[in-house]
């Protein structure tokens, strides 16, 4: 079971409005992503962080902007949301397993609409 | 990270067992062959991983061939449930890159 958490799940808000996407972790990993994946597309890394206060760009250019001043929550904002901003964001947490080798886990994603 | 080829789409009989390759002819001695897949509406999950030898686990099998140079995820029994995007996905041990996704495969499972 996911121990990582989105919300909302689905959010339809109007152009030029601000909106922050909720990720959060519960077993403190340092490593956390999010995702953009278009409806039928590939998903695409816009934000990753090693740790509390570690925010990077990924390699798709996204006018969105990530914080990390708690381990547990890693948000995603955008200050004024556009129809190309409509896509699913899904957050993910890695984590070393017995072999060290890493895996990700994904949250449910949270699909917007913007209109 | 080394890429991967997987066929864009396969179809599979319920209860059948279901094979999806993956090329990865440019695999280096340190890459493992991860897999994930992503059912409707959801985000990926986690499926198996490998670096050498064949693996089992509860939800699939993974068969590398000797040379590393493909892979095979076997579903032993396909179910309604298991209609996914499948995604072969090699990444470096111990690297700090990112996992990176392709197309992946589109399975359809028919009754």
Redesign the interface.
Known sequence: E?DIYQTPRYLVIGTGKKITLECSQTMGHDKM?W?QQDPGM??H?IH?SYGVNSTEK??LSSESTVSRIRTEHFPLTLESARPSHTSQY???R?ESWRD??????????T?LTVV | DAKTTQPNSMESNEEEPVHLPCNHSTISGTDYIHWYRQLPSQGPEYVIHGLTSNVNNRMASLAIAEDRKSSTLILHRATLRDAAVYYCILRAYNAGNMLTFGGGTRLMVKP
Do not use: I, M, N, Q
């Open positions: 996911a992503y995702y590939e998903l890394l990753y990924g390699d899904l957050c993910a890695e060290r080798v890493d895996g990700y886990t994904f949250g449910s994603g699909r």
